[in-house]
């Protein structure tokens, strides 16, 4: 288990992937700890040094007192890649964390080298607010394996949850938060 200090607080990271190679920044998107991204980077690693890490608030990162803004994210983005000294890297962000891989295009623009936005959005109208403080709410409210399978209902789609295979990965990913 590696940390680093940043901002102010201390950021779970791992790193995956030939040292040498071009590093690729992961960032994940809201309550969703980095281990989410195990079967990207299990692809992934192959090619790229792939730096995953818990946002704040989120897994084994510290979790201040909120609430957090993606510009604040966004710097921790950029200040976690220069604790392991990284000039920069491609950035790929999912759902917030492709809102925070926006804002850390416009905040620290040399740190970017590519990025891909996965299902990211630009601003946050009341609809938004409303579903991520019922999420929230929820996450407060549900085991840890509920709570996953909830998540798991929204993201993924019908022929998933039909593949025998890929259900039993959703099934076994509710067991490890248990």
Request: proline fraction near 5%.
């Amino acid at each position: 288990m590696s940390f680093v200090t940043v901002n102010g607080i201390q950021l779970y990271y791992e790193t995956r992937g030939p040292v040498e190679a071009k590093p690729l920044l992961l960032i994940m998107g809201i309550t969703a700890a980095s281990a989410v991204w195990e079967k990207h980077v299990s692809y992934w690693k192959k090619e790229y040094r792939c730096i995953i890490f818990d946002n704040r608030g989120v897994g084994m990162s510290d979790k201040p007192e909120g609430p957090y803004t993606t510009a604040e994210m966004a710097d921790d983005s950029a200040a976690l890649l220069e604790a392991l000294s990284i000039p920069n890297a491609a950035v790929v962000g999912v759902s917030m964390g492709g809102a925070i891989a926006l804002e850390m295009a416009i905040r620290h623009p040399e740190k970017v080298s590519a990025m891909v936005a996965m299902c990211p959005w630009a601003s946050c109208d009341r609809k938004g607010e409303a579903i991520f403080r019922h999420i929230t709410h929820i996450k407060a409210h549900l085991r840890p394996e509920q709570f996953a399978n909830f998540m798991q209902l929204l993201i993924f789609d019908k022929p998933t949850f039909d593949d025998d295979a890929e259900y039993e990965g959703l099934v076994s990913g509710q067991k490890e938060q248990l």
